[in-house]
């Protein structure tokens, strides 16, 4: 097991002593190390040829049956032997993965991902079992992302069960997985995968580069290795795309991407990512093709939709009432003849009031939670309106962006869209059509400029232009599909054979 | 690089005078835009307000790059395409295309006429050419013929929408595709959509203000041998300038317009002190000296 | 030293729009929404201008009973107020009648304007320069000339419509009377010919034992305009003549009694083009106009049987000739009675023949006058209708 560490704990104590020959001073310095950690078990006995053993656990992350019967069962049922060295005894336990270790600090770190080590009397070296078992959550299905058609299967916090969920996926030893350990407390595991023959090697450098320069307390989610490897921060725009579901993982990294997967969270990160990218959703590609076409363009309509509907009506109702079909203005002149706030006023309060509502329904437990959010939401609407405070196309507008924002399959993105609404209302209400264009603009400005990991972010007109509209535009049939998009290899364009189209034969010969 | 060909007293002088070249039409330019949009939608609101929020704009995208600048115009290409054509398409049932009669009725010279007019525009073609260094491989030259070709495809729709629908008295507009689209009533329901219009022309004008901006960054970048991007705030301010040296009305008699040209050289003159006092002093401080001597020849 | 920087820039820019009031910022109940203006004859030649303003009140509310120009009628009346000011011209008016108002008054959503018949009379052109421009109006608005003095026509209040402008603009759609637009006004007065028809409005007679005011204008014919001043009116019947001309003959019915047959027949046009081309022989000027109708069959009382492929030539003809006599009837007026281009044909040898046109331009209506306008119409009956049996049964 390779290993990338790359900070210290700041332990007053040279992790770095090696193992000693004599048992009792290593039994000291691993008390004076694991000293108050009351799950750390250091569990002396004897082996069958007299020697005197120390077995260290961590309680509750390791397998103790497994410990008990492979190795401690063997270990004192050993009679004397020629050849009493540590490697001796390694090749005599019916253990499948286990190694020699020399120092204290790989005792330790192993201790800590749950492999007991082994120290016997007289061996400088211990050895490192992987037992490493403990309760964790089952495969379940992804919360945030469920589809109609397509796998159920979720990543979890369990960081092997993932990587076996990805194996599982892309059964091919093209398929890397690189393992990293981040985070000075809490030594989080990071694993890099890869596809070696498609992904580009500059971005796995680049990736590994970013990983490897990151020196901080603690990693608890992959939400803190985002911030820390991602390009611009300032963005609103998330540039890693972060996903519960092995199928997108699966699909990007054939695209020759990246992927993250971080122990503790079910949470992947995905670099680099695009704006399509993130509009995305896997639905898409489990429908007909025509279906997810129709999907796609309702999407990207209503992402706009969801940024831009309050603004229009604000600026189009304060500034541009031309545009507003006669009939139409005449009833919601009626309607906001007793409204004491003028548009701009009206639509921030809904909204604000929206967006409260909807991240207070999120914190409510489930069964309450969805009863709240419906109910409140009209309630409140019809209240507000019965009471005068805002119109009732307001409150349909209101509604309108709600549903919008929820088209978005990426929560990241979702919330970005929504926090930008604010800006643009703003400067819609100041200067109009013309204020909300200058914000539209700002905003494609800024996209425009932003990279993910050295990819454009709107990459739309790239390499292949005819490639890049099949499937961001539309959504072509598979067959169509021909050649990887321009994060993968160059040279490696092809992922499909040009005759897969399917033409089947017609009855009667 | 001018330096090189003219030699060093010379090639500035030429750099100079490119560049007060380019002010000036990128000074038109925003005259027009903010006439515009202050005219026809915003008319209680200053105009400053209207070009200053157009120029932070376009120096936000300047800074970000040529890149920025072309993946935007990728983006807005379409929008502006597609408004137009909806523009066109709506008008269609209005139309009537026996008012492109007589043809050639006067002669030949008033066509000859309007080409100079015209004429004036695509020559601003021209100037594309200072995107060269940052395009790659050879896709300058079919870039370029694309480019024409689409402008003027799109002017001969735009004139023919503007002929078949007004006839020979679309001159009695200032703006005639405005008020096409001003025209437009379909299905009882679809009515009072210029704003479709004032859409088309802040998206095509920022491309094009942008652009402008970028050659005077790089343009003043000969100049002082660095790119600065105060550069890039002092061009703004010099174009908001000229705004102001141009904001007479449109029909300036002869008088006004050499008040116009004293104006012009004095602020040149201005500038080009700057330009020469740059070289010694420090930089964060004239920046900031440019900045505020710029001012008060605005203010007087 | 960055982000002190950059917080001094964003305090800055955060003061600029709290102060500056956003300028062009209109609420809707700031805005008084002018739906029709009427503008008449004062006396001095000064124009009366006349809007119907929309009263945005909720249903239910109870109408304003005092105040004489409010026109709300009982439960689901009218919203509409019409208010007056007179000024020497129709901008002075404009701002006088502001000063009335305790909000600004646009007319952006005004797609009728109404001229009184005195003011048609008096003369148009001084009141477009108005409406041509102001940023307001619309090109696209209609214009109409009425009975007496405009002001009546806007107090009316229609059961069926939402308000009177609402009525004649659909009236309009219907092609009951010529679809003149102020900018197809303008075109007409630019041309050789400088002239043009309005629609002519009338009071429709209120039911009774009904509110007097709760009826509608009607179209019932057209104001002939030479060089911006009424001269003369057309009677529905040349009107329609007119109409047949210029192709605005959607709703047309034609009703007509064929010779030697009892009873008459009723054709109801389902397309009709008419193409009008110019020809200069020599020193003589004509214009061929050629009609191309298909028709349905509406009512026949003629006991004709409609299998009889004699009986429908004959119905044929007769329609077209009926056609023809109106269309004669209406160049006759124009030619003669009023000597007033108004069928556009000034424009026509203008596309087609531009030298003669250019010489003839300056004194275009001693020209017109001899102008020959031969008329061929053509009917084709494509449908008998539902029915197959003819009277008597």
């Not at chain 1, 989080?188 to 500059?202: E, F, G, M």
């Not at chain 1, 800006?423 to 603009?441: D, H, K, Q, R």
């Not at chain 3, 303003?53 to 249903?59: E, L, R, S, T, Y």
């Not at chain 3, 004194?363 to 449908?383: A, G, L, M, Y």
Request: with cysteine; proline share 5%.
């Amino acid at each position: 097991m390779a290993d990338y560490s790359s900070s210290s704990i700041p332990v007053p104590f040279d992790m770095d002593r090696p193992i000693l020959p004599d048992l009792e001073a290593n039994r000291a310095a691993l008390n004076e190390v694991l000293n108050d950690c009351a799950d750390a078990v250091l569990h002396p006995f004897a082996t069958g040829d007299g020697r005197a053993a120390l077995l260290i656990y961590i309680c509750g992350l390791s397998d103790k049956a497994q410990l008990e019967k492979m190795a401690m069962e063997p270990l004192i049922r050993m009679s004397s032997e020629a050849d009493g060295s540590l490697s001796a005894i390694a090749r005599k336990l019916p253990i499948a993965d286990l190694h020699e270790a020399t120092a204290i600090r790989e005792l330790i770190e192993g201790l800590f991902v749950g492999m007991p080590c082994l120290l016997v009397d007289g061996q400088a070296c211990g050895l490192i079992m992987n037992m490493a078992d403990w309760e964790k959550r089952g495969i379940d299905e992804p919360m945030a992302e469920s589809v109609v058609r397509g796998p159920r299967e979720g990543f979890g916090e369990s960081l092997d069960v993932n990587m076996s969920l990805m194996r599982r996926r892309l059964r091919t030893p093209d398929f890397k997985m690189k393992t990293m350990t981040v985070g000075r407390l809490t030594r989080t595991r990071v694993v890099v995968c890869y596809i070696q023959s498609v992904a580009k090697d500059s971005l796995v450098q680049e990736v590994l580069s970013r990983l490897s320069r990151i020196d901080t307390d603690g990693v608890l989610e992959s939400a803190n290795i985002e911030e820390l490897i991602q390009d611009s921060t300032l963005s609103p725009f998330p540039q890693l795309l972060s996903t519960e579901r092995p199928d997108v993982c699966a699909a990007s990294l054939m695209e020759g991407k990246a992927m993250l997967m971080i122990e503790g969270t079910p949470f992947a990160l995905i670099a680099p990512t695009s704006l399509f990218a993130l509009l995305q959703s896997p639905e898409d590609y489990y429908q007909r093709f025509m279906m997810g076409t129709v999907i796609r363009w309702l999407r990207y309509t209503f992402f706009l939709l969801a940024l831009l509907f309050p603004s229009l009506y604000v600026a189009i109702l304060t500034y541009h009432q031309e545009m507003v079909p006669t009939t139409l203005l005449l009833s919601i002149a009626k309607s906001r003849e007793d409204i004491p706030f003028p548009a701009l006023v009206e639509a921030l309060l809904m909204e604000v009031s929206f967006e409260a509502l909807r991240e207070a329904g999120v914190r409510l437990p489930k069964q309450v939670g969805s009863a709240v959010s419906i109910v409140g939401a009209l309630v409140i609407g019809q209240a507000a309106t019965a009471a005068g405070l805002v119109s009732p196309p307001m409150v349909m507008v209101v509604a309108l962006t709600g549903i919008a924002s929820f088209m978005i399959p990426h929560y990241s993105v979702g919330i970005s869209v929504r926090l930008l609404r604010f800006p643009v209302m703003l400067l819609a209400g100041f200067l109009g059509l013309l204020g909300l264009m200058l914000g539209v603009i700002a905003l494609v400005i800024h996209l425009a400029s932003l990279r993910s990991f050295g990819e454009p972010y709107l990459v739309f007109f790239r390499r292949g232009a005819r490639h890049a509209w099949k499937d961001t535009l539309i959504r072509a049939p598979s067959w169509a599909l021909g050649e990887r998009p321009a994060t993968a290899q160059k040279a490696n364009a092809d992922r499909q054979s040009m005759r897969n189209r399917p033409t089947p034969q017609k009855e009667g010969g | 690089m001018i330096e090189a060909v003219l030699g060093r007293v010379a090639g500035r002088a030429a750099g100079i005078l490119f560049l007060l070249f380019h002010l000036h039409i990128g000074g038109a330019t925003i005259r027009d835009y903010s006439e515009f949009i202050s005219g026809n939608f915003f008319q209680r609101t200053p105009i400053l307000v209207i070009t200053a929020s157009m120029l932070l704009v376009c120096a936000m995208v300047v800074k970000s790059g040529v890149e920025t600048i072309a993946r935007c115009a990728q983006i807005f290409m379409p929008a502006v395409l597609a408004l137009l054509l909806i523009n066109v398409v709506l008008l269609i049932p209005d139309m009537d295309i026996t008012e492109m009669l007589p043809i050639l009725g006067n002669g030949p010279l008033p066509v000859v006429k309007g080409i100079f007019v015209v004429q004036g525009w695509f020559c601003q073609f021209v100037l594309i050419t200072f995107l060269l260094p940052y395009v790659e491989g050879d896709k300058a030259n079919r870039a370029g013929y694309w480019s024409v070709a689409a402008a003027a495809a799109t002017m001969v729709l735009i004139n023919l929408t503007v002929l078949f629908l007004f006839g020979i008295d679309a001159s009695q507009f200032y703006y005639p595709f405005l008020m096409a689209s001003r025209y437009i009533r379909v299905a009882d329901f679809i009515e009072h959509v210029e704003a479709m219009v004032m859409a088309s022309w802040v998206l095509g004008t920022f491309v094009r203000i942008s652009l402008f901006l970028l050659r005077c960054d790089r343009g003043s970048g000969i100049l002082h041998r660095g790119q600065s991007r105060k550069a890039v705030r002092l061009s703004c301010g010099i174009a908001a300038d000229r705004v102001r040296i141009l904001g007479r009305p449109q029909h300036a008699g002869a008088a006004e317009l050499y008040l116009d040209l004293g104006k012009y050289v004095y602020h040149d003159g201005i500038y080009c002190l700057s330009c020469v006092s740059r070289l010694d002093r420090d930089r964060s401080q004239r920046d900031g000296k440019i900045i505020a001597l710029l001012l008060c020849a605005y203010l007087i | 030293m960055k982000w002190a920087k950059m917080c001094r820039i964003l305090a800055a820019s955060m003061v600029l729009p709290l102060s500056a009031g956003c300028w062009d910022r209109l609420e809707i109940n700031d805005l008084a929404l002018v739906m029709a203006t009427g503008l008449d004859e004062a006396e001095d030649g000064q124009v009366k201008l006349s809007v119907q303003i929309f009263v945005p009140k909720k249903a239910g509310d109870t109408p304003n009973v005092g105040g004489d120009q409010a026109s709300g009628g009982g439960g689901g009346g009218s919203q509409t107020i019409v208010k007056e000011a007179t000024g020497i011209s129709v901008a002075d008016a404009v701002s006088r009648l502001q000063t009335m108002m305790s909000r600004r008054l646009t007319w952006e959503h005004d797609e009728v304007f109404i001229f009184g018949e005195k003011r048609a009379a008096h003369g148009i052109e001084e009141d477009m320069d108005y409406l041509l421009r102001s940023r307001q109006t619309r090109e696209r608005a209609n214009l109409f000339v009425s009975e007496g003095m405009a002001i009546d026509a806007l107090r009316l209040n229609p059961r069926l419509e939402r308000d009177v402008a609402e009525t004649l603009r659909e009236m309009t759609l219907l092609q009951i009377g010529p679809d003149v637009s102020l900018f197809k006004l303008l075109r007409m007065m630019r041309s050789a010919g400088k002239s043009a028809v309005l629609p002519y409005i009338q009071k429709l007679p209120s039911q009774p034992g009904v509110n007097p005011d709760n009826t509608v204008s009607y179209i019932t014919g057209g104001t002939v305009l030479k060089n911006g001043k009424a001269v003369g009116r057309l009677n529905m019947r040349l009107t329609r003549g007119l109409l047949w001309l210029h192709n605005e003959t959607k709703e047309a019915t034609l009703t007509f009694k064929p010779e030697g047959m009892p009873g008459s027949v009723a054709l109801r046009m389902l397309r009709s083009k008419a193409v009008l081309v110019p020809s200069i022989r020599g020193d003589r000027w004509s214009v061929r106009v050629k009609v191309d109708n298909e028709a349905v069959l509406l009512q026949n009382t003629t006991g004709g049987i409609v299998t009889n492929e004699a009986w429908v030539q004959k119905i044929e003809r007769a329609a077209s000739q009926s056609i023809r006599s109106r269309i004669e009837e209406t160049v006759e007026a124009g030619q003669r009675q009023f000597n007033a281009d108004i069928f556009g044909i000034a424009d026509l040898f203008r596309k087609h023949y531009p030298k003669h046109w250019k010489e003839a331009r300056t004194n275009w209506d001693s020209v017109f006058k001899e102008i020959r306008i031969e008329i061929d119409v053509h009917t084709h009956v494509k449908r008998p209708g539902m029915s197959n049996a003819s009277v008597p049964y």
